[in-house]
């Protein structure tokens, strides 16, 4: 046995408060549980060192706002608000030309000025239109690069979620609601936002086109429109926060109602096996309720977009037959200059109004929630689980040895007891270490914290080399062999591909697939191929710390122990294997045997005589039947 | 639909309401430009209009009250209506139990949540279906009445319209799927690499997946701007067609009011009568609702047919041993027979292990023991009671189920295990969770067993123990392990098999397993092949057999 003990410390001494919580460690040396003076530990360097290169997004990540969509966009909006002004113009030509139309034509029996007129104005038609279609681009200018902008975050921050706290699925988002994220929720924003621009637009030209009309008939008419026509818009304005209110809430409980739907639905064979049919029906209906009351809430609120509408629309109306006898009287507007307005009020200004306190109740208040939602800076949930922290850097070890950890203690939480308690074990180079031990006794948490993915919460874990670890789940991505085999040097080639390949026992499996050039399509290959993948790109990396993290439990015996062996034979390699199949410790140098404080690490003949446990998992799996 | 049907029937008063003021909205909107021309001749001509006026106020305020409770109306209408639906739906899956499970977790979801609410939609969409083909229709007869020749002009203009709008649909389904190809080809992309967070952790490559997974972005938004570019194409020619339509009737009115045959105000009618009769397209939007939504019914209704099981009156002997009985059970799955007339007994007390390949029927037969399905042939008796004659709280406070992929639920850990029909009393849940061999790690999350059950993560064995923790919570004669105990490395198994034997030692045991040391300490193994009892037998006689052993092959050597 070299340099290995086990004991029960007190930890609450010595623990750093927040070390645990992923809280920035700093740099200053700090007091060892023996009281020595340590260098700083590995991943207090890592963690005081500027943030990594994802240290871009991080800062951008507070909430999007609508408008940050529009920031930088200005030759964008200039180009779309000018062929907006196509818009206006055939809004203003329509009531204008029909007032001269009849004023000049048609209510003195000039059939001739009457059409000349109107033939103005159905020019005016196609030239409106082109610029209607001319906006379009201007809107797909402006709504894809946020589109663009939404996905990026939703996959930066799905990726994000997943590797923090060592990518060990604590933090993991369910495949599907990172899916429904990019697919479902940033289509909905593009759609609104897209539709909220053209509707905006389209009002302030429908209007502008609409008031310049009267201002060129009567400018008169403006006392009479403008004032209901603000207060109409005015007053759904006021009330759009409080709409977006209801909008999110509504948003919310019906999303809860999807969440229950989907335990129950996922659940109903162990619901029906524990009998508990009836509390689960009732508590879905609290959920469903809770859904009816905030869309009964948000109905109500539509009251206030009838009442804008009333006042900004159909107002001005009213008003403008009140005021017609004074209006008429006293010549400030000719007959055709009235049936004008009118034909302004109810052609133009009244559907533009209508589709404008459509669109903005029900998809503005709906981009808003989308857009906070889907660009929401961090996780509420989880905040102990720190960031992963930097690739652990080289340290120096004691002379000889590729690993050294010191009093090494993880817990998973605060509060919780921890997983691994004062671990004190030295590797050897090139030394070919196994790790066994009953479910939960640390074996991949211990493998997580020797390559990095997780922050001690007291000790340190020194390397003298650069560590790969091999997780269980094999990563293969869509691509060719090469690039796969290659994902951790780049610079392979072609035969240093081929021979890693070879080297695990995957040449069958290239072969299949075409070779270093053929693709590889990870849904069509078994787990086991996916883990020889994996394994081959192991072995093509530079490191030469190897962790294999049962990382060859879908492969048969024999195929396991090739690829062992294939590492164990690499050159100046030092392995680390969390063992599956009680084989792989046969292999071994040494066995570290996890069994709490009764851990011990010794090779397989000592082990057989000192630890019980490992005389137990040994027997248990013999091929032997017990009975 | 009898869903949407249902839905209306509950809420008849407000439905009819709803029809009844569409109507009548859609009348004022027709009368209101009559009136308003009425009142513009009157003042042309200076005449007293001030009752003119007041009745155009008058029709104002009414249509927007109207316009208020039919968006109030509308609103609760279908709050009621979805709440009504999902609360049916969801008790009736419950009911159903796992037989509903085959049409898979999101898809249920889809139906309960979206479909429910889209069907939910429906009663006020087709109330208000009258009203938005009146108003058209209105708008066509109405220029007709003012003047013939309006109507005619609209009416050859109209057709136009119609293809326009058609061409417009064509075209934007087909750079759809386009955008929507590479959108899916991004989300693959990114659940392959969320798959592999952890090699992705360890080699620091996150960025490089990101650049990866966005990869094909570029080409999204190329097809994107095609859509939007398509699209204003589209509406560009269709933006013509309306203002176009409103000119040449204005051009035809005008004409006709140099004749003397049309007033001014007439003219600013047929203006207006113009725009509700183009206003067809809101028909055919509100068509479009109701079509949808009885679809989304139809998909509703597809889960209230799943046949709901029914449970009998009777109640098991007290005390009885919990003796299992399968006589003549067959089983078919996916058009196979999977169990073939199988007689299996299991005596009270006693553990029987079942094993077979993979497909044998060793997992319909762990559901059909406890009634989690019902045999296709065949009865299964408990106690000698056949399952169906049994109550429901009867049958389940008797048989408990472990499984190998359990679904945790409930809040909390402790919630979680004493996961039933009822409380349990306290300590319940770490007593079972000791047997289970699940305390030491539930003791080592942030709040024990008070965590909340979506911040812990587990491995498939934590899960298992969670799973065998929660059966044992609720005791009762018989115990079905499915495959409970796969994910446990053999000495935790062992543990747990030693404090099951120990904890429990009259309960009856059914399990499957594909290990051989699980077969191993049983008192009997019933070997299943080709839906047919192969041997049945203690494991150390079988053991001989070359066929027998390889059916653990390669796992244990």
């Known amino acids: 046995m070299r340099k290995f003990s086990s004991r029960k410390g007190a930890l609450g001494a010595t ?99 009457g059409l000349w007129w109107l033939g103005l104005a159905a020019v005016g038609v196609p ?98 429109v403008l004032p209901p026509l603000a207060a109409g818009v005015g007053l759904f304005v006021a009330a759009l926060r ?86 008429l009287s006293s010549h400030r507007v000719t007959p055709g200059a009235l049936l004008g307005a009118f034909a302004y009020l109810t052609q133009s200004l009244q559907p533009a109004l209508q589709n404008l306190l459509h669109t903005l109740g029900a998809a503005g208040t709906r981009l808003g929630v989308i857009l906070a939602r889907l660009t929401a800076p961090e996780p509420p949930e989880a ?14 070890t004691e002379p000889g040895l590729a690993l050294q950890l010191r009093r090494l203690t993880f817990a998973y939480g605060p509060g919780a007891e921890p997983v691994l308690r004062d671990l004190d074990l030295g590797v050897a180079q090139g030394e070919h270490l196994a790790v066994v031990g009953p479910s939960g006794t640390g074996k991949s948490t211990l493998a997580g914290l020797v390559a990095g993915l997780l922050r001690p919460a007291a000790g340190e874990v020194r390397r003298n080399g650069e560590v790969v670890l091999v997780p269980q789940e094999a990563y293969v991505f869509r691509g060719t062999v090469a690039e796969n085999v290659g994902y951790l040097r780049p610079e392979a080639g072609p035969d240093d591909v081929l021979a890693a390949v070879a080297a695990v026992g995957a040449d069958a499996l290239v072969a299949a ?16 191929e996916r883990q020889l993948l994996a394994l081959a790109r192991t072995y093509a990396a530079r490191g030469r710390i190897v962790v294999l993290d049962e990382a060859t439990c879908h492969l048969d015996a024999a195929a396991e122990a090739r690829a062992e062996r294939a590492f164990a034979a690499r050159p100046a390699t030092t392995l680390l294997v969390v063992a599956h199949r009680i084989s792989s410790a046969r292999r071994a140098d040494r066995t570290l045997v996890l069994d709490g404080p009764r851990t011990v690490c010794a090779p397989h003949d000592t082990l057989l005589a000192a630890s019980p446990l490992y005389r137990d998992l040994t027997a248990a799996w013999s091929p032997a039947p017990a009975g | 639909m009898a869903v949407i049907a249902d839905a209306a029937r509950r809420d008849a008063g407000r439905v009819v309401a709803l029809g009844v003021l569409g109507l009548g909205s859609a009348g004022l909107a027709l009368v209101l430009p009559a009136a308003l021309g009425h009142a513009l001749d009157l003042l042309l001509r200076g005449e007293p209009a001030g009752r003119w006026t ?110 326009l709008v058609r061409h417009f649909a064509r075209a934007s389904a087909d750079c759809v799927t386009g955008y929507q190809h590479v959108q899916g080809r991004i989300a693959t992309l990114l659940v392959e ?159 029987v292990a079942v094993v077979g390949r993979s497909g044998a029927g060793k997992s319909v037969l762990a559901a059909l023991a406890g009634r989690l399905a019902d045999p ?38 402790e919630d979680t295990i004493t996961f039933g029909p009822r409380p349990l009393p306290p300590r319940a849940a770490e007593e079972a969770a000791r047997a289970a061999e699940a305390d030491g790690f539930v003791r080592l999350l942030p709040a024990g067993y008070a965590t909340a059950r979506d911040r812990a993560p587990f491995s498939g064995g934590e899960v298992q123990r969670l799973g065998l923790a929660r059966a044992f919570a609720h005791p009762g004669r018989l115990l079905v392990l499915d495959d409970a105990t796969s994910s446990l490395d053999t000495v935790t198994e062992l543990r747990v098999a030693q404090a099951l034997f120990r904890d429990h030692p009259h309960r009856t045991r059914l399990l499957t397993t594909h290990r051989a040391s699980t077969a191993a300490r049983a008192d009997t193994v019933a070997w299943l092949d080709s839906g047919h009892l192969r041997a049945l037998a203690p494991h150390a006689t079988l053991w001989p057999d070359p066929e027998y052993r390889a059916l653990f092959g390669g796992e244990d050597a």
């Open chain 1, 513 to 528: 697939l075409g070779g270093p050039e053929g693709a590889v399509d990870p849904a069509e290959l078994s787990a086991g």
């Open chain 2, 193 to 351: 690499a969320l798959g592999g967070a952890r090699t992705i952790a360890a080699a620091g490559t996150k960025e490089r997946e990101a650049a990866r997974v966005l990869g094909p972005l570029p080409e999204l938004a190329a097809h994107g701007r095609t859509m939007w570019h398509v699209q204003g194409r589209a509406t560009a020619q269709a933006a013509v067609l309306v203002p176009l339509l409103q000119v040449a009737v204005l051009a035809v009115g005008g004409i006709r009011l140099a004749q003397g045959a049309l007033s001014p105000g007439d003219l600013l009618a047929a203006g207006r009568y113009v725009l509700l009769a183009t206003g067809i397209g809101v028909v055919v939007g509100q068509l479009g609702a109701v079509v949808r939504g009885r679809a989304a019914a139809g998909r509703v209704a597809d889960v209230l047919a799943e046949p709901v099981p029914a449970y009998g009156q009777r109640q098991l002997p007290p005390d009885g041993p919990g003796t299992l009985e399968l006589r003549g059970v067959t089983a078919v799955r996916g058009g196979e027979t999977v169990l073939d007339g199988l007689d299996l007994t299991v005596p009270g007390g006693s553990c």
């Open chain 1, 383 to 396: 905040p102990e689980l720190p960031e992963p922290p930097a690739p652990p850097a080289v340290t120096a």
């Open chain 1, 242 to 327: 409080p709409l977006a209110r209801r909008q999110d809430r509504f948003l919310s409980a019906d999303e809860a109602v999807a969440e229950e739907c989907g335990e129950l639905a996922a659940g109903l064979r162990d619901i029906t096996a524990c009998g508990a049919r009836e509390p689960m029906a009732a508590r879905a209906d609290v959920r469903i309720e809770a859904a009816q009351r905030a869309a009964r809430s948000l109905a109500r609120f539509g009251v206030v977009r009838t009442a804008a509408l009333a006042i900004g629309g159909q107002l001005p109306l009213v008003l403008l037959l009140l005021t017609a006898p004074w209006l």
């Open chain 2, 376 to 413: 296709d042939a065949g009865t299964v008796l408990l106690d000698g009671c056949p399952l169906p004659d049994l109550t429901e709280t009867g049958l389940r406070d008797a048989v408990g189920y472990a499984f190998e992929r359990p679904v945790l639920l409930g809040d909390t850990i």
């Open chain 1, 127 to 224: 030239v409106g239109a082109y610029g209607t279609g001319r906006v379009f681009r201007g809107v797909a200018a402006l709504v894809e690069p946020l589109r663009d902008r939404l996905v990026r975050r939703v996959v930066r921050r799905g990726l994000g979620d997943a590797v923090r706290g060592g990518g060990s699925g604590a933090a993991r988002p369910a495949d599907s609601a990172v899916v429904s994220r990019l697919t479902h929720q940033v289509e909905i924003a593009r759609d609104a936002f897209g539709g909220l621009v053209m509707v905006l637009r389209s009002f302030v030209f429908t209007a502008a086109g609409a008031l310049a009309g009267m201002i060129a008939l009567a400018p008169v008419l403006l006392l009479v």
């Open chain 1, 15 to 113: 623990r750093r408060p927040g070390a645990a919580a992923g809280h920035q460690v700093d740099a200053v040396p700090r007091l060892g549980p023996a009281g020595a003076v340590e260098e700083p530990s590995v991943e207090g360097k890592a963690a005081s060192r500027p943030r990594r290169a994802d240290a871009p997004a991080a800062s951008a990540s507070r909430p999007l706002r609508l408008r940050d969509a529009l920031r930088g966009q200005a030759r964008v909006v200039g180009v779309l608000l000018a062929w907006s002004v196509l818009e206006a113009g055939q809004t203003f030509l329509l009531g204008y030309a029909l007032a001269r139309a009849m004023d000049d034509g048609f209510l003195r029996g000039r059939q001739g000025t």
């Open chain 2, 54 to 163: 007041a009745l155009c106020a008058l029709i104002v305020g009414v249509q927007a009250a109207t316009a208020a409770v039919e968006d109030l109306l509308t609103g609760v209408t279908t709050a009621r209506a979805t709440a009504h639906i999902r609360r049916t739906a969801v008790r009736h899956m419950l009911a159903a139990g796992p037989r509903a499970a085959h049409r898979g977790t999101g898809d249920l979801v889809t139906r309960l949540v979206g479909n429910a609410s889209d069907a939910a939609g429906t009663p006020a969409s087709a109330a208000s279906l009258p009203a938005a083909l009146a108003a058209p229709v209105g708008g066509i007869v109405a220029l007709g009445l003012t003047d013939p020749w309006l109507a005619v002009v609209f009416l050859a203009g109209a057709p136009l319209l119609t293809l």
